[in-house]
C-alpha cells in the first residue's frame, strides 16, 4: 500500500509540475536584455579577431613568413622560418586562432543578418570581410574548411569538410562582385567598423580592390580567368592612400585592442632587418623610417646593415650592429593592421599592364604611381613617419625608372616592400611571382632541403578529431608539408 501512494504521489508531481511550467520559459527571460546582440556590436570583434592577437601575429606572420620572405632576420632557435624548422604549434597558429574567433564570429553574423532579412550594406561589408578572413587561410594552407566552417553552433557540423581552393577562390570572387553590388550609400555600422568608420564607398572599392587581388593570384594556374576577373575589378579599385584597407587599434585596455605586431616587438628584441631586405633599400628614402640601428636608435643610412638571414647565435654572436624595425615608428601597439594598400593596387595594374591585359594606364604610369603612393602611404599609417615629399619619389624614379624588358621583376620588388608587415601578403605574392628573387638558407636542422616553404602545415590534431576530411585534404593536395605547393602555386 505504502508502495502505490508513494508512485501516486510521484505521478501527481510530475502532472502538476507539467502545469506549473506553463509560461515558465517566458518568465525566465530577463525584459530587460536583448534575446541577440546588434550586429554592430559583434562586428567591431570579428574585425580586431582578424586583426589578431600577439599569438599568430608572433607566429605565423613574424616568426615563419617575416623571415622567409626576408623582410627581418633572427639568430634566435625559435624563430623557425628562414632556419626552414618545423614548429608544428607556430606554424599552424592562424589556424588555431582564426577558426574559433574570426571564422566564428564572421559566419555568426552572417547568419544573424540573413535571418534578420538584412540583404544591403552590412550584409555586403560583412561578406567582403568574410572573403578576407578565409583568403589568409587558404593562401597560408591550401584546402581549407570553408563552405562548412563555422557552422558547429548554427547548423551542428563539427567535422567540417575541406574545400578545393580551387573552388574556394571561384566563390571568393561571385562573393566579391554580389557584396559590392548590395553596399548602399550608407551603413549602421558606424563607429564599429573599424576599417572605413561606415565609409560604404571605400568598403566598395576595398570589395573590388580584394577582388583584383585573388584574380592576380591565379595568375599562375589559370591566367584566362585571372584576366576576366582583373579586368572587372580595375576600373572601380581604391584610388588613392585615403583608401587604405586598415584596422584602427588602441593601446588598451585589452589585449585585443592593441596591435598585434606591436604587442611582439615590446616581447621579443630578437628580430633585426634583414640583409636582403636593407640592401634593397639603399638609396631609398623609405629605409630610415622602417629601419635603426639597434645599440643607439640611429637611422643613418650608413649605420643601417641588415642581418643576413639563417643567422645563428654561433654566426652571428652579437647583432646589437644590426638594424632593427624602428621602434621609433612602425612598431607601435596602437598604430593600424594594414590589410590592402591603394600601393599594391596600382603595382598590381602595372602587372597588368605588362601583361598586355585591358586597363586604364600603362605599365609604367601604374608602377610610377604605385611607388609613390608606398612612399607616402608611411606618414599616414604610422604618425612618427617622416613625410616623403614628391621631389624624393621623384629623384628616386628618376634614378632607378622603369625598364619594361624587367617589368614583373621590378614590380614583384616593389610589391614586396610595400607589404612590410603585412607578411601574409608579402609571402603569397613572393610564391605567386617568384619576385624578388632570394636565396635560400640552408641550416643543418631544416626540413625542406634548403628550399624556402611554400606553405605552412595543417593541425595535425585534425588528422585525429577530423581525420576523414583531413585525409582527403592531403590525399588531393599533397603531404602536409612546407614544400607541398598550394592550388594557385603550382
Known amino acids: 500500500m505504502k508502495k502505490i501512494l508513494l508512485t501516486f504521489f510521484a505521478l501527481s508531481l510530475v502532472l502538476s509540475s507539467c502545469e506549473f511550467d506553463k509560461g515558465f520559459e517566458e518568465m525566465n527571460v530577463n525584459p530587460s536584455k536583448a534575446s541577440q546582440l546588434d550586429v554592430a556590436n559583434k562586428f567591431a570583434s570579428v574585425v580586431l579577431q582578424t586583426s589578431g592577437g ?11 613568413q617575416s623571415v622567409m620572405i626576408q623582410h627581418f632576420s633572427a639568430v634566435a632557435g625559435y624563430w623557425s622560418g628562414d632556419k626552414y624548422y618545423r614548429n608544428d604549434a607556430y606554424a599552424t597558429s592562424l589556424w588555431d586562432r582564426y577558426y574559433p574567433s574570426a571564422v566564428k564570429e564572421i559566419e555568426d553574423i552572417r547568419a544573424q543578418l540573413t535571418a534578420e532579412g538584412n540583404t544591403g550594406s552590412e550584409m555586403g561589408m560583412t561578406r567582403i570581410l568574410r572573403v578576407f578572413i578565409y583568403s589568409r587561410l587558404t593562401d597560408l594552407h591550401g584546402d581549407v574548411p570553408y563552405s562548412e566552417a563555422g557552422q558547429g553552433y548554427i547548423n551542428g557540423i563539427l567535422k567540417p569538410k575541406y574545400d578545393a581552393q580551387k573552388d574556394i577562390y571561384m566563390d571568393f570572387l561571385k562573393e566579391l562582385e554580389e557584396a559590392v553590388a548590395q553596399i548602399g550609400a550608407s551603413t549602421t555600422l558606424g563607429v564599429s567598423d573599424l576599417v572605413f568608420q561606415g565609409d560604404t564607398a571605400k568598403w566598395k572599392a576595398w570589395g573590388n580592390s580584394m577582388m583584383l587581388r585573388l584574380a592576380m593570384r591565379l595568375s599562375k594556374v589559370d591566367a584566362a580567368t585571372a584576366q576576366a576577373w582583373a579586368e572587372k575589378a580595375a576600373p572601380n579599385t581604391m584610388t588613392s592612400n585615403d583608401h587604405i584597407a586598415m584596422i584602427a587599434h588602441t593601446d588598451g585596455p585589452e589585449g585585443i585592442n592593441k596591435n598585434g605586431h606591436g604587442e611582439v616587438f615590446d616581447a621579443d628584441s630578437n628580430p633585426r632587418m634583414s640583409k636582403t631586405f636593407v640592401d634593397w633599400l639603399k638609396d631609398d628614402p623609405r629605409l630610415p623610417i622602417l629601419a635603426a640601428r639597434r645599440s643607439d636608435g640611429s637611422t643613418a643610412i650608413a649605420d643601417l646593415i641588415g642581418m643576413p638571414n639563417g643567422s645563428t647565435g654561433v654566426t652571428v654572436p652579437d647583432t646589437s650592429i644590426y638594424a632593427e624595425p624602428n621602434r621609433n615608428v612602425i612598431t607601435g601597439r596602437a598604430v593600424p593592421m594594414v590589410l590592402q594598400t591603394y600601393a599594391e593596387v596600382r603595382l598590381l595594374k602595372a602587372e597588368m599592364a605588362q601583361r598586355g591585359w585591358s586597363v586604364t594606364g600603362s605599365a609604367q604610369a601604374h608602377y610610377d604611381a604605385g611607388v609613390k603612393a608606398a612612399m607616402q602611404m608611411l606618414s599616414g599609417i604610422y604618425p612618427n613617419a617622416a613625410a616623403i615629399t614628391d621631389d624624393e619619389v621623384t629623384a628616386y624614379l628618376a634614378a632607378k625608372p622603369y625598364d619594361a624588358s624587367k617589368g614583373l621583376q621590378m614590380i614583384g620588388e616593389q610589391y614586396w616592400a610595400a607589404t612590410l608587415l603585412n607578411e ?13 628573387v632570394l636565396t635560400p638558407t640552408n641550416d643543418p636542422g631544416n626540413v625542406t632541403g634548403g628550399t624556402i616553404p611554400r606553405r605552412l602545415i595543417y593541425p595535425t590534431g585534425e588528422g585525429s578529431t577530423n581525420k576523414e576530411n583531413y585525409d582527403a585534404a592531403n590525399a588531393r593536395q599533397g603531404e602536409n608539408n612546407f614544400t607541398t605547393r598550394v592550388w594557385w602555386d603550382k
Open 54 to 64: 600577439r599569438y599568430e601575429n608572433w607566429r605565423a606572420s613574424l616568426i615563419y
Open 424 to 436: 601574409y601578403e608579402a609571402f603569397s605574392n613572393w610564391r605567386r611571382t617568384g619576385f624578388p
